[in-house]
């Protein structure tokens, strides 16, 4: 299946068939696709629709994906019916606000981190709790109270990139890729490699990496090539590729060992860390005798994602001795993305979300 958008010309024409291949999905609809409206009135002269396929919120509706639209909508509909039309239109006017970036690919990190607190809320919703929105403010503050008959809950909720914005760019432009030609047979031989992290990508960055990208992967007479960009540090980028993967002869007990000892030192040092940070949005909002929590989402690198059940048990050890002795004096609830019961990469392009 190849996708065809060189025929808009403009944001409206892109919008309004958007719009027309979300008529079953009318929360999606409202939420998220006025989001490249105001993208485009913010930042005049940006035309390259492609960058929006690469949000699978946009690809899914563009491929018709129902699966992935039907559970988007209802996660939307769970929300909604909780807080009222009106309060759901104030959260999306916060999306709206939030989101915006320079780059598209800055637009979807955004959508990610929002993407934590609506998670957050669902979590809530599910337990019995009702949901309150706390009003947004220049002042720091929590995202909303949880309430329960008397037990009321102020809470915070993070999402933890992996940081690391070129391969997070480059897997996810992987995805758009195959999804766009189903006639790429490249796979798992591709790899990308540098020695030096930006902390973010500029529109330029991106439009080389796309370029980049695209020729290291639909070009099999290419094993290796380089190229270099600049934003925050000068950064050369090697490809190379071998379609003949050697056997990995590490067993499985000392690769568990190994990430499970790298996440163990992960969560301790630089989540707790973030968790300490969070604690002042919560302590701005909390009432007094209120529970107070934060609820974290972290991004997981694929090295943490082997298909290996004892990894997954392992996993599920460490979230669970640290949700119970991080030490702090606030309640975390910590989560992985995507969810130990997940795969991180399914068949197909599309990650869930």
């Known amino acids: 299946m190849k996708m065809n958008y060189s ?5 409206s024409t892109f919008v309004a068939e958007l719009q027309k291949r979300s008529k079953k999905y009318p929360l999606i609809n409202r939420f998220y696709i006025p989001i490249i409206k105001a993208h485009a009135n913010k930042y005049p002269g940006f035309t390259d629709f492609e960058d929006w396929l690469c949000i699978l919120y946009f690809q899914h509706l563009w491929l018709s994906v129902k699966e992935q639209l039907i559970k988007t ?3 939307l509909e769970t929300i909604y019916q909780e807080l ?3 309060a759901f239109d104030h959260l999306s006017r916060d999306l709206l606000e939030y989101c915006m970036h320079p780059t598209v690919d800055g637009v979807h990190n955004k959508l990610l981190d929002f993407y934590g607190e609506l998670q957050g809320m669902i979590d809530f919703i599910e337990k019995g709790y009702k949901i309150k929105r706390i009003p947004r403010s220049d002042k720091p503050t929590a995202d909303f109270y949880a309430e329960q008959g008397e037990n009321s809950i102020t809470v915070e909720c993070k999402f933890i990139h992996v940081p690391d914005p070129i391969k997070r760019f480059i897997n996810r432009y992987t995805r758009y890729l195959f999804a766009k ?11 990308f490699s540098y020695a030096t ?3 973010d990508l500029t529109e330029e960055n991106i439009k080389k990496l796309k370029k980049f ?4 992967i639909s070009n099999n007479n290419i094993q290796s090539n380089k190229t270099t960009i600049s934003c925050d540090c000068q950064v050369e980028i090697v490809h190379t590729y071998d379609d003949k993967i050697a056997p990995n002869l590490i067993p499985i007990e000392d690769q568990v060992s190994f990430f499970g000892t790298e996440l163990e030192k992960f969560l301790t040092e630089y989540v707790k860390k973030r968790a300490k940070q969070a604690t002042r949005q919560v302590k701005s909002s909390a009432i007094k005798d209120q529970k107070e929590s934060i ?5 997981l690198a694929p090295g943490y994602n082997m298909p290996f059940e004892e990894m997954d048990h392992e996993k599920s050890r460490i979230l669970g001795e640290f949700n119970k002795k991080h030490g702090l004096d606030i309640d975390i609830i910590l989560k992985f993305f995507p969810p130990i019961d997940e795969p991180f990469c399914p068949k197909g392009p599309y990650r869930l979300y």
């Open 7 to 11: 025929k808009f010309k403009n944001c």
């Open 73 to 75: 909508e209802r996660t």
């Open 84 to 86: 009222s039309s009106e």
């Open 181 to 191: 030609d189903s006639t790429l047979q490249r796979f798992g031989g591709d790899k």
């Open 197 to 199: 992290y930006p902390k």
């Open 213 to 216: 990208v695209s020729l290291c």
């Open 295 to 299: 609820y974290i989402f972290i991004e």
